[in-house]
C-alpha cells in the first residue's frame, strides 16, 4: 500500500522558515519523480514544486521561486520542502504528490493527508 505522510507544519510569522517533510512507503520511491501541492483556505490546488526520481530535475511555481527549495533522499524514502521568507500567502494545507512518471508530473496518482502551514502577518 502506498502512503505518504507529511510533516513540519505549524504556524511561523512572515519572514520565518519551515521544513515540510513527506515520508514514503509501498512503492519504490527512487523511480518516480514526486511533488509538492497546496491549496490555500478556500481556494483550489496549487502545484508548488515538483522534482524527478534523480534529482536532476527541478521545478518550481512562479509564487514560491526563490524561496523554497525542494530536495529528495532516495536512500530514505523522503521528500523535503525548505520553506522561506514565508508570507501570509503561502499559508495553505500541503500536500505531498507522487506522480505516476519517473522524469515528470503529468499526473499524480497518491496524494498524502496534508500537513497545515499558517503564517501570520
Known amino acids: 500500500e502506498v502512503q505518504l505522510v507529511e510533516s513540519g507544519g505549524g504556524l511561523v510569522q512572515a519572514g520565518g522558515s519551515l521544513r515540510l517533510s513527506c515520508g514514503a512507503s509501498g512503492f519504490i520511491f527512487s523511480s518516480y519523480a514526486m511533488s509538492w501541492v497546496r491549496q490555500a483556505p478556500g481556494k483550489g490546488l496549487e502545484w508548488v514544486s515538483f522534482?524527478?526520481?534523480?534529482?536532476?530535475?527541478?521545478s518550481y511555481a512562479d509564487s514560491v521561486k526563490g524561496r523554497f527549495t525542494i530536495s529528495r533522499d532516495n536512500a530514505k524514502n523522503t521528500l523535503t520542502l525548505q520553506m522561506s521568507s514565508l508570507k501570509p500567502e503561502d499559508t495553505a494545507e500541503y500536500y505531498c504528490?507522487?506522480?505516476?512518471?519517473?522524469?515528470?508530473?503529468?499526473?499524480?496518482?497518491?496524494w498524502g493527508k496534508g500537513t497545515l502551514v499558517t503564517v501570520s502577518s
Open positions: 504528490a507522487k506522480c505516476s512518471n519517473y522524469n515528470w508530473c503529468y499526473a499524480v496518482d497518491y
Open positions: 522534482m524527478n526520481s534523480g534529482g536532476g530535475r527541478i
